[in-house]
């Protein structure tokens, strides 16, 4: 998807930073409130104040794999049948249907056909090889797990199988994994600024799985020990505070630091476009002020995200931005930016975001934004300020400039409204795959492990 915005300036390098279950307000940034050891997130709050915040931004689903579909594709997950899964489990390994097919065009394989060098370091969750990897997808290189969650040091999965991959190679390597994922980023970077390959722009995912249970910082490997006698274990429903919490969010800002500092030391930060985001809302010990829910919910607090761009030759520093915009969007912004045009058999259903980037007086669009979830048969419409939404079987109306918690419901004093907004979400999901009928949900804890919300 190339624009007019984008010809004229040369591609940047792209690193794309998506943490996993972070909160909305976990940030200083977006309002969080510091630790007791000192500011939570110093660098990110710097990536933002140096370059564009945006308010008003989603993820494509409530939970991980679906959500990383769309980022791959640049298109709404529920086109494929593996984002049906809420999320992918551990146990579907080796399943030939449950991923991200390699005929399908991806963000990574539409940039290297544009002339980038590519890499994901981090989490893949779109299936596990021998049918589907990173590899396979467009990406020359490939570090990480492939599941949704493993330890930070045994690097096991939620049935205790060992899960970290060097390309289609399952290797051991010692190490906290947040540190693992932010080393294996500037190898890459390093090796990318050398001779020749200095010439071709390249596309980074850093893909990490803080601050997803279970909760250990650097000084927990003891604990990693205990709970690998459990293949349930990394759940760790039993563990975990606050504090723990903020300091893995910490680890990870700490990394985002390195990657900054040596793109400068290499003269590359000028011309790198860095994305931070989240693949959808916090879980146990986030914050998502003022939002309510979390992840697996489609409130706000299960979708909007914290986004961040920074690009000195492209962003103007400090700018904060109400623009409505989801994980797929970012992605058709990237090959926008990159002089990828698409696959014609695979159009986008993400709008571009270059001219918001670019230009200061770029004025705030809309776009009717779309949600379905199979789990408590959720469903979700955002147009401008209003939301409809539907939790096991109700309808709600809300006005989210007046009321982000979601508190008022709007539905029974604007009737019209509200039948407007349904059927005209009901039109957009029967453009839709249906659900299949053997698609699954799969929750970590239920009401016996904490309060609901």
Known sequence: MSGPHSAARQRPNIIYIVADDLGYADLGCYGGRDAAFGPV???IDQLAAKGMRFTQGYSNSPVCSPTRFAIMTARYQYRLRGAAEEPIRTNTRGNAELGLPPSHPTLP???REAGYRTALMGKWHLGYPPHFSPLQSGYDEFFGPMSGGVDYFTHCGTSGQHDLWFGEEEKQQEGYLTDLITDYSLDFIERMAEGA??????FLSVHYTAPHW??????????ARELAASQQ???HLHGGNVETYRRMIHHMDEGIGRIMRTLQAHGLAQDTLVVFTSDNGGERFSDNWPLVGGKMDLTEGGIRVPWVAHWPNGIAAGRVSEQTCMSMDWSATML???HAPAHPAYPLDGASLAH???DVNAPVTDRPLFWRMNHRGQRAMREGDWKYLRVDGIDYLFNLRNDERERANLAPVLPERLQDMLTRWEAWNDSMPAVPGDATVSLCYTDKDMPQR
Not at 197 to 202: E, L, M, V
């Open 41 to 43: 997130s110093p660098e």
């Open 109 to 111: 394989s539409l940039l």
């Open 197 to 202: 390959k200095a010439d071709a722009p390249f």
């Open 214 to 223: 279970p909760w250990e910082t650097r000084e927990d490997e003891p604990l």
């Open 233 to 235: 274990a990394i759940y």
């Open 336 to 338: 926008d930016l990159g």
């Open 356 to 358: 918001v980037l670019e």
